[in-house]
C-alpha cells in the first residue's frame, strides 16, 4: 500500500459525459502527479500540482482539467468524453515538486460506452 | 519516435533464472533513472531509482546507467512467480518531476 488513495476504483459512463476523479496523496506529500495509462498509450503523464499551484502541464487534453485542494487533495475533470478516453487513471505523490520519487495510487479504471 | 523505447515482451523465463531488462532513451536531458513494477490491475510500485550515471544493487535488484549510450538496464537474480508482473522505465530531466515512461515489458516467471 503506497498510501495514496483513489476513488473511485471503477467508473462506467456514457460518451459526452463529465466524471470527476478524486486522489489523496501520502501523508506529508506536498505534489500530486496524475497519469494516464492506455494499452495503445502506455503510461501518459498528464499534469502536476504542488502545494495547491499547477507546476507541468504534460499531454493533457483541453477536455480535461484538474486542481489541488488546501488539503492537498486533487480532482481530475474530464468532460465531453469520448470512447478513446477509457483508460487507467492513476495519482501519484511526492514530497516535493522535484522529487523523482513518486508514489502512484491504486488507479482508477474508466470505460466510456 | 517516441522518447523512451522498451520492448513491451512478453519476456518468459523459468524460475531461478536472471531476467534482463533494458530501455533505450534519446533526450540527452535526462537524470533521473526509475524502474517500476506494476501487477496487473495495480498502481506502478518504485523499485529502483539511479541517478545519473552508474550502477545500483538493492537485495536481488541491480540497476544500470549508461548516459554515454543512453541505455539503462535492470538485473533480476534468482527470479521468483512473484517478480512476474509488467517493469517499467521511467525518467526524467532536473526539473519538475515531469517523468516520462517506456512501454513496460511483461515478464512471466515460470515455476
Known amino acids: 500500500d503506497s498510501g495514496v488513495t483513489q476513488t473511485p476504483k471503477h467508473l462506467i459512463t456514457a460518451t459526452g459525459q463529465r466524471v470527476t476523479l478524486r486522489c489523496s496523496p501520502r501523508?506529508?506529500?506536498?505534489?500530486v502527479y496524475w497519469y494516464q495509462q492506455s494499452l495503445d498509450q502506455g503510461l501518459q503523464f498528464l499534469i502536476q500540482?504542488?502545494?495547491?499551484?499547477?507546476?507541468a502541464k504534460g499531454n493533457i487534453l483541453e477536455r480535461f482539467s484538474a486542481q489541488q485542494f488546501p488539503d492537498l487533495h486533487s480532482e481530475l475533470n474530464l468532460s465531453s468524453l469520448e470512447l478513446g478516453d477509457s483508460a487507467l487513471y492513476f495519482c501519484a505523490s511526492s514530497i516535493t515538486s522535484d522529487q523523482e520519487t513518486q508514489y502512484f495510487g491504486p488507479g482508477t479504471r474508466l470505460l466510456v460506452l | 519516435q517516441k522518447e523512451v523505447e522498451q520492448d513491451p515482451g512478453p519476456l518468459s523465463v523459468p524460475e531461478g533464472a536472471i531476467v534482463s531488462l533494458n530501455c533505450t532513451y534519446s533526450?540527452?536531458?535526462?537524470?533521473?533513472f526509475m524502474w517500476y513494477r506494476q501487477y496487473s490491475r495495480k498502481g506502478p510500485e518504485l523499485l529502483m531509482y539511479?541517478?545519473?550515471?552508474g550502477n545500483k544493487e538493492d537485495g536481488r535488484f541491480t540497476a544500470q546507467v549508461d548516459k554515454s549510450s543512453k541505455y539503462i538496464s535492470l538485473f533480476i537474480r534468482d527470479s521468483q512467480p512473484s517478480d512476474s508482473a509488467t517493469y517499467l522505465c521511467?525518467?526524467?530531466?532536473?526539473?519538475?518531476?515531469?517523468?516520462?515512461f517506456g512501454a513496460g515489458t511483461q515478464v512471466v516467471v515460470t515455476p
Open positions: 500540482y504542488y502545494n495547491g499551484e499547477e507546476r
Open positions: 521511467a525518467m526524467e530531466t532536473d526539473s519538475w518531476g515531469k517523468l516520462q
Open positions: 539511479t541517478y545519473s550515471s
Open positions: 533526450n540527452s536531458a535526462f537524470q533521473y
Open positions: 501523508s506529508g506529500d506536498l505534489s
